[in-house]
C-alpha cells in the first residue's frame, strides 16, 4: 500500500473517533515577517504568540500564496491560488467589487456544512457590492471635503457579496486595510455608522465620525472574546477568522502600547498584535474551550519596508529573518512566514515541522481534520493539501505537497520543488531592487533565477545556466498546474482568464507559459 494512501486511512481513521469536532480560530496578522516573533529571534516582546510555539507546532516552511494582502486571504478562504481568480496582480481597495466568485466553495462555508457556526472579526479586504445613492447623488462631508470616490455610496444599506455571501454567519469587520477607505465598521454586511466625514490614514477618504485606526485592535479583540463566549454557550463547534489590520500601515499603536517594545512603533504595535492574541487565549482558558480548540497564527506575507527595516535591523531585530526581500516580493523575505498551530492532546507542545506548507492549505487540512477530505468537491480547494499528518507528527520526511507557487505584487511567479526555486523574473517582482521596471531594462540580469534553498537560503547564487533540466523541469510544472486550474488531484478545472502578466521576454524564452490560442 502507497505511504501517502495509508497516511490518509490512518489520519482519518484518528478523527472518525473523536468524540467532539474542534472549534478553530485563525488568526492572521497584516505584514508581520518571519522573524518578527520574540522566540523567532525578535526583539519584541511576544509572550502569547510565544506561548502558541511552545503549546504547540512551529512550522518553518511556511508560505502565503501571495506576498502581498488581497490575494493571499482569497487562498486562504478558498484553497485557490489567487491568480487563477481575475485578481492577476496587486491588491483590492476599499471599494472593489467582491473578488470570491458566486457560490465557490469556501472555507467558512464548507465548516457550515458540517455544523460550524462561522464568523469573522477583522480586516475583510476581499471586494464588498456597495450600492450607490439615486440619480447620481453624493453626500457632503461635515469637513467640506468631497473629492475623490466614496462619496456616491448608501452606507445605510447592506452590501452584497461580502462575508455572509460565502459563508460566514457573523461579521465584524472593516472594508479593507487601514489606509484604504471608507473608513469605518460594518456588521453583518451593514455599516454600522454613514461615512460622514473625510479622515486620512495616508489616504484621505469618507469615514465614519466615531472610527479611529487606533482603536481597531481593541475592537477586534473585543468582538473576539464576545463571540467565543457566545460560542460556549452551545454545542456547535464554531470557526472564527481573525484577519488583524496589524503591523500594516498606518502603523498605530494605542497609547497604552507606545513606547513598549523599546524599538520603534512598529515594535509597539508588533506587541500589541500579540496582546490580541493573548486576549483570544484568555477567553478561550475562561470558557475552558482551551483543550476542544485548533488555533492557528499567521500572517499574509512578509515585513513591509514601511516599517524601516533598516533602522529595525541596527536593534538588533530582523523582522523577515535572514531571508532575501520582504513584503510584495517574489523572495522569500515576501512570503515566508510564522506558522503557528495549537491543538491541545494532539499537537505535540513545542514541535516543530519543515514540511513545506501553503495558506491555501487551511480548507484540505480542516476537511482532513473531520474526516471528510473525499467529499469536496472538484470545484473546491484547487490548490489545498492537508498538512493534518505534520500536525500529528505522522508526515515524517516525504513531502505533502508536490510543489509550491509562489506569486508578487507585480504577478511575477516562482515555483518552489524541494530544494529547488525558480523566479520567472530578473528581479524582486516586488519593491526590493531593482524593482520590476528597472529590472528588465537591465540587460545584464539573467531572465530567470534558479536557487537551491538548502544550500543557499539567502538566494544569492542564481544556479539557472548550471541546471537547465532543473528549470525545464519546474517551468513545465507551472505550465501544467495553470492549465489544467489545479495542483491538487482531480478533473481539470477553469480558471478566470490566463494570468496574462509574464513578461514578453519570458513567454519568448518558456513559450510554455504562453496562454493557449484561440
Known sequence: MPLRL????????????AKDAPNVVYILADDL????????????????????????????????????????????????????STLKKSVLWGLSEPLIEKDRLTVPGFLRQNGYHTAVVGKWHLGLGWHELPNGEKRTSKTGQTKGDGWQIDYGKKVTGGPLAIGFDESFIIPASLDMFPYLYLKNDKPTAWANTTKAFHRPGPAAEDFEAINCLTDFARESRAYIAARAKS???FFLYLPL???H???VPSKKWQGKSGLSKYGDFLMETDWVVG????????????????????????????AKIPDLIKKGHK????????????????????FLVRWPGNVKPGSTSSQTICTSDLLATLADVLGRRGKLPATAGEDSFSFLPALLGKAGKRPLRPFTIHHSINGSFAIRRGPWKLALCPGSGGWSGPRPAAAFKNKTLPLVQLYNLESDPAEKTNLRDKHPEVVKDLVGKLSKAIRNGRTTPGPNQSNEGWPNTFSARVLAEYPALAAPKK
Not at 7 to 15: E, G, N, Q, Y
Not at 279 to 306: M, W, Y
Open 6 to 17: 495509508l497516511l490518509t486511512i490512518c489520519v482519518s481513521v484518528f478523527v472518525l473517533n
Open 319 to 338: 523582522p523577515n529573518a535572514d531571508w532575501r526581500g520582504h513584503k510584495a516580493d517574489i523572495y522569500e523575505g515576501g512570503h515566508r512566514t510564522p
Open 245 to 247: 489590520t496589524s503591523p
Open 33 to 84: 515577517g518571519y522573524g518578527d516573533l520574540s522566540h523567532a529571534g525578535g526583539k519584541a516582546a511576544t509572550p502569547h504568540c510565544d506561548r502558541l510555539a511552545r503549546e504547540g507546532m512551529r512550522f518553518t516552511d511556511s508560505h502565503t500564496t501571495s506576498s502581498v494582502c488581497t490575494p493571499t486571504r482569497y487562498g486562504i478562504l478558498t484553497g485557490r491560488y489567487n491568480w487563477r
Open 235 to 237: 454545542d456547535t463547534p
Open 279 to 306: 486576549e483570544v487565549l484568555a477567553e478561550l482558558d475562561k470558557q475552558k474551550l482551551t483543550d476542544n480548540t485548533i488555533v492557528i497564527f499567521t500572517a499574509d506575507n512578509g515585513c513591509s519596508p514601511q
Open 249 to 251: 500601515t498606518p502603523i
